[in-house]
């Protein structure tokens, strides 16, 4: 991988950590899987990470190897605050400095899509983020047609999630998809 390339896809998950943070989320590993799947989503790939539908719903072992050199070369850290939880990802106090500044231009251009998935899922934790980020893969990823086809499928696959759990999932993916659709729009077409 061009090393260019790997400091900027470094920095729009920094900038991605720095806004689930800053709008309260715990973030943990998991987490910030499946709000860069959103934001890989919602920005038509331009993220540049693959994801599988695996253990915990969307994931991208590319991903959690860039999570892990951004630990080695101490642009991140996992901080255990709490034994019962998972640890959660702090950036370094330098690390915004360093990348950002240099290495930006990927987190500028996603900016509308990392605020608006940041601001989305705040409030999540990991039960809630595996249910929206399969709804979203059988929604957008693997498209499957209507409510209840994509409600049966997630239950197929995530035999843990109740069906009054996928239809919530399905029925809020939905709307985060038809939220962003108004605010992405070129200002003409939101007119017409």
Same mark, same amino acid.
């Given at each position: 991988?061009?090393?260019?390339?790997?400091?900027?896809?470094?920095?729009?998950?920094?900038?991605?950590?720095?806004?689930?943070?800053?709008?309260?989320?715990?973030?943990?590993?998991?987490?910030?899987?499946?709000?860069?799947?959103?934001?890989? %989503?919602?920005?038509?790939?331009?993220?540049?990470?693959?994801?599988?539908?695996?253990?915990?719903?969307?994931?991208?072992?590319?991903?959690?190897?860039?999570?892990?050199?951004?630990?080695?070369?101490?642009? !991140?850290?996992?901080?255990?605050?709490?034994?019962?939880?998972?640890?959660? %990802?702090?950036?370094?106090?330098?690390?915004?400095?360093?990348?950002?500044?240099?290495?930006?231009?990927?987190?500028?251009?996603?900016?509308?899509?990392? &605020?608006?998935?940041? &601001?989305?899922?705040?409030?999540?934790? !990991?039960?809630?983020?595996?249910?929206?980020?399969?709804?979203?893969?059988?929604?957008?990823?693997?498209? %499957?047609?209507?409510?209840?086809?994509?409600?049966?499928?997630?239950?197929?696959?995530?035999?843990?999630?109740?069906?009054?759990?996928?239809? &919530?999932?399905?029925?809020?993916?939905?709307?985060?998809?038809?939220?962003?659709?108004?605010?992405?729009?070129?200002?003409?077409?939101?007119?017409?």
């Amino acid at each position: 991988m061009n090393t260019t390339l790997a400091f900027d896809k470094q920095a729009a998950i920094l900038r991605l950590i720095l806004q689930l943070r800053e709008n309260g989320n715990w973030c943990g590993k998991t987490v910030v899987q499946k709000a860069a799947y959103f934001v890989e %989503i919602l920005s038509g790939h331009r993220f540049g990470f693959d994801f599988v539908l695996y253990k915990h719903g969307p994931y991208s072992f590319d991903l959690a190897d860039t999570m892990g050199v951004m630990n080695s070369l101490e642009y !991140i850290k996992f901080e255990v605050s709490h034994p019962q939880y998972g640890p959660r %990802i702090k950036p370094l106090d330098d690390a915004p400095d360093i990348l950002l500044k240099k290495y930006g231009g990927l987190a500028e251009q996603l900016e509308r899509e990392i &605020n608006f998935v940041a &601001n989305k899922l705040a409030d999540c934790g !990991i039960a809630a983020v595996e249910r929206l980020s399969t709804a979203l893969f059988f929604t957008r990823q693997e498209p %499957i047609q209507g409510t209840e086809s994509r409600i049966l499928k997630i239950r197929e696959v995530k035999p843990h999630i109740s069906e009054v759990d996928a239809a &919530n999932a399905v029925a809020q993916v939905d709307k985060i998809l038809e939220e962003w659709s108004a605010i992405s729009q070129p200002k003409e077409h939101q007119a017409a």
